[in-house]
């Protein structure tokens, strides 16, 4: 199984319209997505391509990790974050997301995923994916894993 990891932050006129621009950019945003929840599969690779590029039709589903944020304050900077480990066991996802910039978001997975891990007794690298913006009006950030079951 092949796990793409996209991104894509912009402005809009309304949070929803910024989020949906966000999702264009990443490539996403034709589709339903559908959220999962953290666990990777033994199997699966994980691959950082920015824009999702498939043979889907307009409005099938996706199956996504995903860390979005919106915001209308102007002047805020604001971050989406994903991240991930792999080990022989299998792996997790983390998202992030929040009113900070990408030394918090980072801190913020690196933090979440340690705890993570040391639960299951699992030893891996950390590896991650942030966007941040700083907000004109209204605008929107984020990062998904898209898993392709094709």
Request: glycine share 8%.
């Amino acid at each position: 199984m092949e796990i793409k990891i996209v991104w894509g932050k912009n402005e809009g006129k309304t949070l929803i319209s910024s989020f949906d621009k966000a999702l264009l950019k990443a490539g996403i945003h034709n589709f339903n997505l559908i959220s999962l929840s953290s666990v990777i599969p033994q199997d699966a690779t994980v691959s950082e391509v920015e824009t999702y590029k498939s043979s889907h039709k307009v409005g099938d589903i996706l199956y996504v990790v995903i860390s979005s944020f919106s915001s209308n304050k102007s002047n805020t900077q604001i971050s989406a974050g994903l991240g991930w480990v792999q080990t022989k066991e299998g792996g997790l996802f983390i998202e992030s997301r929040g009113e900070y910039g990408q030394k918090e978001c980072e801190e913020e997975i690196s933090k979440g995923l340690s705890e993570m891990l040391s639960a299951r007794g699992w030893k891996g690298e950390i590896k991650m994916k942030v966007v941040t913006h700083k907000v004109r009006e209204i605008a929107n950030v984020t990062v998904a894993a898209v898993y392709n079951f094709e």
